[in-house]
């Protein structure tokens, strides 16, 4: 039986609206177990077959997480008396763990808590500033009344953004999706896919052609915060349009909930003979992802720093490489940048405009990243820049680049257009498909 029962509880001088479930039940389901993103040691030597269940935040095995968290979360443990205990906690990242006090043998025995593990990730991502949780919180304790189960939901447990929203629910997403498709079919379904073409020359292809940015031309039905933008929205037909219309490469929104798309509509375009190299615009949680979009013809995936640890990234990046795929890494502020700055293996920065949080969207915001220090080391490194969302016009594009930008990706504007390819005319202020 479950009963939702909504009420109002007196806290002190305030109030706090909250919504009681009851379920009835005889034992308390177990908390589920997570790793954190935490063992980088495991990942530098490991191929793919090691690293695909590596990604943070993910279900698994207490006794795993015993074994692994050794060289990572014992440092937290001892790091008080420890010789080096003026480092900062997330020195574990770099460091093993040698000798050891009473804590670390018990550690070393199985004994860490998944509280103290949870505890722990909840630092990483924390000092990485990290504001979006992966899924909900476990929410207050359990209580028992005879053979019910009480939990109280509150404001921890409601998305606090959008883009929280849409990783909440991806993981839940993700979750049946691997039912249906486990890792190995992915496996065996990329021995007969195409190899992945190359997205990064593209873009620098065409940016030396033209001397413009080079497009990546975005395939999109909807979006949270606008809606639906087309309503005779045929993927295949738009996509080779911007083809035509002088696009290096495109991109393509394969979540269905928020944004009308598909991984359905991926496999179409590829299928069509469209020659672009293809982004697959999903937001990425699990490593699985990745294996499932170049199942389906992805060339490129999309990495949202907002969203995932610095290690995740390192690891996904490993993985694409593997694949042969290229990362568009994403990030909105100064400190994002850093952070992916600091990533070995860093090729293509995106510059996304739009604050995923609240949806304002601020061009400056590209130009303000690109000044200084920070610029000097994009061209030190030779990373791409990508300049994404609020770019409509001739000028807007012209802004950008003059920033420092080598490539814009644009959708909202294109694909309203009747016809996209003359979209593209438009935007550059003059025909780019020659």
Not at 252 to 279: H, M
Not at 399 to 428: H, N, T
């Amino acid at each position: 039986m479950r009963i939702s029962v909504a009420d109002s509880a007196q806290v002190g001088p305030t109030y706090v609206f909250c919504k009681v479930i009851i379920r009835r039940t005889k034992v308390s389901p177990p908390l589920s177990t997570y790793k954190a993103s935490i063992f980088p040691a495991i990942a530098s030597e490991e191929t793919s077959e090691k690293m695909e269940g590596l990604v943070s935040f993910q279900p698994f095995p207490s006794s795993v997480i015993q074994r692994r968290l050794s060289t990572v979360y014992l440092h937290r443990l001892t790091r008080s008396s420890s010789s080096s205990s003026s480092c900062a906690p997330l020195r574990a990242q770099q460091s093993g763990i040698t000798g050891g006090s009473e804590s670390v043998s018990s550690a070393l025995e199985g004994k860490v808590s998944e509280q103290e593990v949870v505890i722990y990730q909840d630092e990483v991502v924390a000092s990485q500033g990290i504001r979006i949780r992966r899924r909900p919180p476990t929410g207050p304790p359990l209580h028992y009344v005879g053979p019910f189960e009480f939990r109280l939901q509150n404001e921890g447990n409601t998305p606090r953004n959008i883009l929280e929203e849409i990783v909440w629910n991806k993981d839940k997403e993700v979750t049946l999706m691997k039912e249906k498709r486990p890792l190995y079919t992915l496996k065996k379904a990329l021995e007969t896919v195409p190899p992945p073409r190359d997205f990064i020359g593209a873009l620098r292809s065409a940016h030396q052609r033209t001397g413009l940015p080079g497009l990546i031309a975005e395939v999109k039905k909807a979006s949270p915060s606008r809606g639906i933008l087309r309503e005779d929205f045929d993927p295949v037909a738009i996509a080779q349009a911007y083809e035509k219309g002088g696009a290096a490469c495109l991109s393509v929104l394969t979540d269905e909930k928020y944004f009308k798309g598909s991984f359905e509509n991926l496999q179409a375009i590829r299928e069509a003979g469209v020659k672009c190299p293809l982004l697959c615009k999903e937001f990425i949680i699990e490593a699985w992802q990745i294996y499932y979009g170049r199942s389906k013809g992805a060339d490129a995936v999309l990495l949202i720093a907002s969203v995932l640890p610095d290690l995740d990234i390192k690891y996904m990046i490993k993985i694409c490489k593997i694949l042969g795929m290229a990362t568009l890494v994403e990030v909105h502020d100064e400190r994002e940048m850093d952070r992916v700055l600091a990533i070995e293996g860093v090729e293509l920065i995106g510059i996304n405009n739009r604050n995923l949080e609240t949806f304002e969207v601020d061009i400056g915001i590209t130009k303000r990243l690109l000044e200084g220090e920070r610029g000097e080391l994009i061209r030190q490194k030779d990373i791409l820049v990508v300049g994404e969302s609020g770019l409509f016009t001739p000028e807007d594009i012209a802004f950008v680049q003059e920033a420092g930008v080598k490539a814009v990706l644009v959708g909202e504007s294109l694909v309203k257009q009747s016809d996209p390819g003359q979209g593209i005319s438009a935007l550059f202020g003059r025909d780019v498909s020659g």
